[in-house]
């Protein structure tokens, strides 16, 4: 039981320890490894928001979305063609592109901040629209016709954007998204600025979930999860509420997409693939804990930062001459990926940081008295402990 | 997708609730007009399309048929029916050609099946010798072996576990995720071929142009199929598969042997998988990405055929394959305005738009049994 205790800050110490030795052993110039784990930080707090999103879905209600790049997609498009100004030559050509127009508050360098608050609204008004009519035809069906109608939504999305050739400048992408409060610093600076404001943002949405989650919408979502034919018998109105759930989750991975186009200025097809999109996002969640908002940012942290040692693991197996494992690191990184989201349902199906049992304030206020201390995982509440999410449903159509 | 359609999916949700028997027949019925309709109408006009669709339906069935067997008896979709596919394509073609990527350039083992005498002379008009035959005959007993050892590592367990449907279609998509990452370290990301150069089209009567290899594909297919018809309705184990499928407990209590049932489910998922993976590679190409892009026809077949149903997948792979040739063949103009022939970006997105009709209009299927 001890070496079980000691899996989660082993996993966190590793991954820490290794994405500061590994650049920083093999560079000279201290400004550069900071710059580098700065940009791995973005990086870890924007996959975080979309892990959180994921949880508010697969977390908190049991809704099966394995189309997150869709909404992650939508997100990131919607953000930059609401920020960037309208196209320049007849060669680039896409929808949108009110960046200018959006300053109206003639002080304040409004320029600098109001056509990214735009932005990141409209992203999430988006995503959620995608996602409220998506539920329309799938969301009373069995959980798995679900995830099968968004894997197919996200397809059918990336199609969209490289074969509608006005829509978003097709398969090359848009360029040049401009980011928040980019002027008021030296370039090289800026990513501290950006760091900031994801972490923010972050936090916001954090405190927003849990929130949510303590309240009787959470507690609702959560009967749900554990027992639809129960919640309905309770008179709690099951479709409304799973939609709710997904349309919030949804606006949640686009804010995290709206992130990913104000951080890396380009947007295109090939990024958004259902690997990149949705298999990594995942793995963050089942690998940090689903069903726990600060476990879904740690298996951000731990499996981007799988990520980035092995990407930089590459430079080390140059140098020793490792050349197949040098050229096949990305895709060996992949086969870890897809083997590690199966290794934790059989092994650690709670992840690393189990769904804390308590989920209202007003259970906190009552004398302790289930079970001896110390031991606070025998609760008579604590299936989600023992097992994942265990939902066995005929179809509701 | 607006407003108009979501208020539309609303009305087709009050009228299923307020007159579900009268709703359940006339779904059933409109589908079955539509279908039958487009499918004659296809035939009639669109011979060539017809013709090409049914090829590509017929592989499309053998990978469905594997999948809603599973889907049937287990009841979990299996993320990496697609995946699996390719895999087994690329197995048989490192069975065939013993190549595999290396540090900078390819290696060789020195040891496959095109080394055996006359191996690669062409069969007939085809494209292949018989060293092909053998490779698919490899790659159907490593992916039905794959398959139990799979059950045996990971689904038992959770079977024993009693874990949800839920968490089934997660771990299969795990697996998924590794077999492409292992095609990828191995063969590359480059599109790879059996055999090299191009495989002439003949012509038949009505003006189809047909290749040789085409003709092979559905040949096979057909002998496939007939061979688990025979195995489901004419065997002890097929009825017992049946059974499983149709009430688990029962079965159970009526002292079926479910675990051996499983076995033997995933032993045909994984053969018809191997085979429907290589007839895919012939006709297209072996391309890592091909085998997630390949399960949303593979869903939609199963789906419109009605989970549980072999001759549904059947039906239903025919259908999505031939709307996916017209779809992108055809050229249609309503008001003016064009809305056919699609870009060909689009060919599986049809599957998509098939998928989302079916589960508002009868997630049942064609063939599915009652809720």
């Known amino acids: ?397 | 997708m607006n407003r108009e359609s979501a208020g539309f999916a609303e009305l087709l949700n009050k009228a299923r609730e307020r007159y579900p028997a009268v709703f359940e027949n006339l779904s059933g019925a409109a589908l079955w007009v539509l279908f039958a309709g487009l499918l004659i109408a296809a035939l009639i006009f669109y011979t060539q399309f017809f013709v090409v669709g049914v090829i590509f339906g017929s592989i499309i069935a053998l990978g469905a048929i594997g999948l809603t067997l599973i889907y049937g008896i287990m009841k979990f979709a299996h993320f990496a029916h697609g995946d699996m596919m390719m895999l087994a394509a690329y197995l048989a073609f490192f069975a065939l050609t013993g190549r595999i990527v290396g540090e900078r350039t390819e290696v060789d083992l020195g040891w496959s099946l095109d080394r055996l005498p006359g191996a690669t002379t062409e069969l007939g008009p085809l494209s292949f010798g018989y060293g092909l035959l053998l490779a698919m005959l490899v790659a159907l007993i490593a992916t039905v072996a794959l398959f139990v050892a799979l059950d045996r590592v990971v689904y038992r367990r959770l079977r024993q576990r009693g874990s949800g449907i839920v968490i089934f279609a997660m771990a299969s998509l795990g697996i998924a995720i590794t077999a492409r990452s292992v095609i990828l370290m191995l063969w590359g990301a480059e599109p790879r071929f059996y055999v090299p150069g191009i495989n002439p089209a003949h012509e038949f009567p009505f003006g189809i142009l047909l290749k040789a290899d085409q003709i092979f594909i559905f040949a096979t297919v057909a002998i496939v199929a007939i061979l688990v018809y025979l195995l489901l309705f004419r065997t002890r184990i097929g009825k017992a598969m049946r059974a499983t499928s149709d009430n688990p407990e029962l079965a159970r209590v009526s002292g079926i042997d479910t675990d051996q049932v499983i076995m033997w489910t995933w032993a045909i998922g994984g053969a018809l998988v191997a085979v429907a993976g290589v007839l895919l590679a012939i006709q297209a190409q072996l391309k890592p990405e091909l085998g997630f892009a390949i399960l949303l026809p593979l869903f939609a077949a199963a789906i419109l055929g009605g989970i549980g149903s072999p001759q549904g997948a059947l039906i239903g792979a025919m259908i999505v394959g031939i709307t996916q040739e017209l779809s992108v063949g055809v050229d249609l103009s309503i008001l003016g305005r064009e809305i056919l022939p699609l870009a060909p970006g689009y060919k599986f997105a049809v599957a998509f738009v098939i998928l989302i009709l079916i589960l508002l209009v009868r997630p049942r299927g064609l063939f599915g049994a009652k809720a």
């Open chain 1, 1 to 397: 039981m001890k070496a079980d205790r000691l899996i989660t800050p082993a996993a966190w110490a590793l991954v820490t320890v290794a994405i500061v030795t590994l650049p920083a052993a093999r560079s000279q110039d201290l400004g550069g490894v900071i710059s580098f784990l700065t940009g791995f930080a973005i990086l870890v707090a924007i996959f975080a928001i979309l892990a959180l999103g994921l949880n508010v879905h697969w977390g908190y209600t049991g809704i099966l979305n394995f189309g997150v790049v869709a909404f992650f997609m939508v997100g990131a498009y919607t953000a930059a063609i609401i920020t960037k100004g309208p196209a320049t030559t007849e060669y680039v050509r896409y929808v949108g592109g009110f960046g200018d127009k959006l300053d109206f508050i003639p002080f304040l360098d409004s320029e600098q901040w109001l056509p990214f608050l735009f932005g990141t609204a409209g992203a999430a008004i988006v995503s959620g629209a995608l996602a409220f009519v998506l539920s329309i035809p799938t969301l009373r069906l069995r959980e798995d016709y679900l995830a099968i109608a968004t894997i197919g939504i996200a397809e059918l999305l990336r199609r969209i954007t490289i074969e509608e050739r006005g829509l978003v400048n097709s398969d090359r992408g848009l360029i040049g998204i401009p980011a928040p409060l980019e002027d008021l610093v030296n370039p090289p600076e800026y990513k501290f600025i950006f760091f900031g404001l994801v972490v923010g943002l972050v936090i916001l949405v954090l405190i927003a979930l849990e929130a949510a989650s303590r309240s009787p919408w959470g507690r609702v979502l959560k009967a749900i999860r554990e027992d639809e034919t129960t919640a309905a018998a309770a008179g709690k109105d099951i479709f409304g509420f799973k939609v709710q759930s997904f349309v919030v989750g949804a606006m949640i991975m686009g804010i995290g997409g709206a992130a990913y186009a104000y951080y890396s200025r380009t947007v295109s097809p090939d990024a958004f693939t259902h690997f990149f999109g949705t298999f990594l996002i995942w793995a963050m969640l089942i690998v940090g804990g689903s069903g726990n908002n600060k476990g879904a940012i740690l298996g951000a942290y731990i499996v981007w930062g799988f990520y980035s040692v092995t990407g930089l693991m590459r430079a080390y197996f140059a140098d020793w001459g490792l050349e197949f494992l040098e050229l096949r690191m990305s895709f060996i990184r992949d086969l870890v990926v897809g083997a590690l989201i199966v290794t934790v349902l059989l092994l650690r199906p709670a992840g690393l940081l189990p769904e804390e049992r308590r989920v209202s304030l007003f259970m906190q206020r009552e004398p302790k008295q289930r079970g001896p201390p110390g031991e606070p995982e025998s609760g008579p509440t604590g299936s989600r402990l023992d097992d994942p999410p265990d939902r066995e449903k005929g179809s509701g159509g």
